[in-house]
């Protein structure tokens, strides 16, 4: 869990960071015309210079001040899963209990 993400504990990211396939970065705000939130950009910073490049996907939550179930998590950790499978990413930016 990230305390306070500026200045980025770079160094402590890749290596907590070096043998995942994938990450989920929750953000639980995002800015209009953005590409994702602002931890995901961070993060995606920090590991691209790395050499491994694991696939990041940003899942932004509570818009609204909605709440996020334990449901919702583990759907984050399948969808994941997934991911790895496949070995691809169509969408990196992804939202948790939207209403549509």
């Known amino acids: 869990r990230i305390r306070a993400f500026r200045p ?5 990211i890749r290596k907590a960071l070096e043998n995942a396939k994938a990450i989920a ?4 705000s995002m800015s209009f015309g953005g590409y994702g939130g602002a931890v995901f950009h961070e993060v995606r910073h920090a590991l691209y210079d790395s050499g491994r490049r694991p696939f990041v996907v940003n899942y932004i939550y509570g818009l609204g001040g909605r709440d996020t179930s334990p449901m919702q998590i583990h759907a984050i950790y399948k969808d994941l899963q997934e991911i790895v499978e496949k070995n691809h990413v169509e969408t990196p930016i992804r939202y948790v209990g939207l209403r549509e």
């Open 25 to 28: 970065v929750m953000d639980r």
């Open 8 to 12: 980025l504990p770079v160094e402590g």
